[in-house]
């Protein structure tokens, strides 16, 4: 039986920012498992803050290496409608405006740095009273790994579900995402009322498109009849226009990000991180910060022997993602919205424009 003082489940930022901070800190004795091979599909918008631009950076990635820079056209739509162009000051994209690349250079940084990561193998159990995680290899092949500490940072769909009896989802959002060739003008577009309580993105750059749609999750809504419905509104369908083949949009898969911050910590040698704890601001739908802050602050708990550092991260979370929460619920009502696109923009631009840039695009 393999031994390892800290076993990792999931090699996305969340994990390799705790690998990479133990080790920063004299842990060596590190296995990180994932799931899939890298490089892997993550459904993503296609851009980060400049605030998660420098918690890579902190952690000795350069997005800037990864083809991510500065995008100035942002514009603002409510119901098909140009609203409002913001002085864009904080988003950065990259040349295939998704983190594929981001995330594998995040990957192969830790695995350069000389940290174990075991691509293709599955967690598939575990034994919190006798320290024991099962795990399925490629050939599907299944034997234990003994731990100190366990660290999950596999999302919302792994094993480690089971061990939030008191935390469990209640609710959570949708995303769905397309990338295309297209001829479209470089720059970033937000789209409000396609969904009830979500939006659509429109990134563009270098020739490529991104269009992704996200709602607050609602059994029995038909979500690719939405995002058809938008893209043929958009113009975005033809063979002159950008995307020609529908089966793209009936074959697309579904991601899903939890609301609400659950347990941080069981027991005192078991922590989640990233999507696993919650760590998704439920107003933006912005986590990669966040997972990546979770990430190192899991990692100081191991270093100190304490689950504070994690705890009172996590805590902050909570109560920050509380007043997100009420926000979002506020500003998805009709009238709300009516007043902010249609009377905000037009005599309060300078306002809408500051309050983009500083509350919710600066994270």
């Known amino acids: 039986m393999r031994s390892f003082k800290v ?41 980060i803050t400049s605030k998660t631009f420098d918690t890579y950076k902190a952690l000795g990635l350069d ?30 994209t990259s040349k295939t405006i998704d983190r594929v690349d981001l995330d594998d250079a995040f990957f192969r940084l830790a695995r350069s740095s000389g940290i174990r990561i075991e691509e293709k193998t599955e967690a598939v159990a575990v034994d919190p009273d006798n320290k024991l995680l099962t795990v399925r290899d ?27 009896k008191k935390r469990k989802v209640k609710r959570r959002n949708i995303a769905l995402q397309l990338i295309f060739k297209s001829e479209l003008q470089d720059g970033i577009e937000i789209h409000f009322g396609a969904s009830k309580r979500g939006y659509v993105w429109v990134s563009s750059y270098g020739g490529v498109t991104n269009v992704g749609m996200t709602d ?77 802050k979770s990430g190192s602050a899991a990692a100081r708990s191991i270093l100190s022997g304490s689950p504070n550092p994690l705890k009172k991260y996590a805590f902050a979370l909570r109560v920050k993602f509380a007043l997100m929460a009420a926000l979002q619920r506020v500003f998805y009502i009709r009238p709300v919205q009516f007043l902010v696109f249609n009377v905000g923009t037009k005599v309060f631009g300078g306002v809408v424009r500051w309050a983009f840039n500083k509350f919710l695009v600066s994270k």
Not at 64 to 74: K, M, P, Q, R
Not at 144 to 163: H, M, N, Y
């Open 216 to 292: 607050l999750f609602k059994p029995g809504v038909n979500y690719m009849e939405l995002f058809e419905k938008f893209m043929r509104s958009r113009g975005l369908i033809g063979k002159n226009e950008g995307l020609e083949d529908l089966e793209q949009i009936r074959k697309m898969k579904a991601a899903f990000t939890p609301i609400g911050i659950r347990k941080p910590v069981v027991g005192d040698n078991i922590y989640f991180v990233g999507d696993t704890l919650g760590a998704c601001d439920p107003l933006t739908l912005s986590g990669l910060r966040y997972g990546l």
């Open 63 to 92: 997005p800037a290496e990864c083809g991510y820079s500065f995008i100035n056209d942002f514009r603002l739509f409510r119901k098909g409608r140009e609203r409002q162009q913001i002085d864009n000051k904080f988003l950065y």
């Open 7 to 47: 076993v990792i489940v999931g090699a996305g930022p969340a994990g390799i920012a705790c690998a990479l901070e133990l080790l920063r800190g004299g842990h060596n004795d590190i296995l990180v498992i994932e799931k899939y091979a890298f490089p892997r599909y993550k459904c993503c918008a296609g851009y």
């Open 138 to 164: 490629p050939a599907g092949n299944d034997s234990q790994i003994s731990f100190d500490f366990l660290v999950f940072a596999d999302g919302t769909g792994g094993i480690s579900a089971a061990l939030q």
